[in-house]
T-cell receptor
Framework: GAVVSQHPSRVICKSGTSVKIECRSL??????MFWYRQFPKQSLMLMATSNEGSKATYEQGVEKDKFLINHASLTLSTLTVTSAHPEDSSFYIC???????????FGQGTRLTVV | GNSVTQMEGPVTLSEEAFLTINCTYT??????LFWYVQYPGEGLQLLLK?????DKGSNKGFEATYRKETTSFHLEKGSVQVSDSAVYFC????????????FGKGTSLLVTP
């Protein structure tokens, strides 16, 4: 149990276009989902926390208008990178947790390349 | 705030050698502690965890003990294999962070035959 599916696993897009990444909890209800970004050979940095039905809480320095997060249901959160630029190329990872559970479960990650 | 410090890599070991990757943390209260592993090109996999002081997490021959007195959660394995080559991340979560994970910088491990 506790499977989180992230899609797509890899995406290449042109500068100026938008890309949507989906994060689904397949066998549990995720009251909270987290989005992380990982630069090459670096650690994961929390971008935002989203609770179902609420606006996401963004970490300092993360542009909320550029990284749109929607958590419309208990099993799905989406991250949309708007007007992507090459510097947005990175590995994006989501995780999801159940209420009253301290452990979060990770998706497989999405490798975004903006050309 | 929360922070995690783990030893810098890369760590290179011969197969069957003993592994220790140090991890210390700063946090209020009693955080949960985790080790995650990331194989090349893949996402994160939970390796083991401990949720209270003196708990020992273990999995696939890896172990780590939650030491409150030294605020540490060192990862150990008695005999590493080539397949253990990966990046290992120490992490913590608590209510202060809304249970988001605070990660260390990661330690790259290379095991040679």
């Amino acid at each position: 149990g506790a499977v989180v599916s992230q899609h797509p696993s890899r995406v290449i897009c042109k500068s100026g276009t938008s890309v949507k990444i989906e994060c689904r909890s397949l066998d549990f209800q995720a009251t909270t989902m987290f989005w992380y970004r990982q630069f090459p050979k670096q650690s994961l940095m929390l971008m935002a926390t989203s609770n179902e039905g609420s606006k996401a809480t963004y970490e300092q320095g993360v542009e909320k208008d550029k990284f749109l997060i929607n958590h419309a249901s208990l099993t799905l959160s989406t991250l949309t990178v708007t007007s992507a630029h090459p510097e947005d190329s990175s590995f994006y990872i989501c995780s999801a947790k159940m209420i009253m559970n301290t452990e979060a479960f990770f998706g497989q990650g999405t490798r975004l390349t903006v050309v | 705030g929360n922070s995690v410090t783990q030893m810098e890599g890369p760590v290179t070991l011969s197969e069957e050698a003993f592994l220790t990757i140090n991890c210390t943390y700063t946090a209020t209260g009693y955080p949960s502690l985790f080790w995650y592993v990331q194989y090349p090109g893949e996402g994160l996999q939970l390796l083991l965890k401990a949720t209270k002081a003196d708990d020992k997490g273990s999995n696939k021959g890896f172990e780590a003990t939650y030491r409150k007195e030294t605020t540490s959660f060192h990862l150990e394995k008695g005999s590493v294999q080539v397949s253990d080559s990966a990046v290992y991340f120490c992490a913590l979560s608590n209510s202060n962070s809304g249970y988001a994970l605070n990660f260390g910088k990661g330690t790259s491990l290379l095991v040679t035959p």
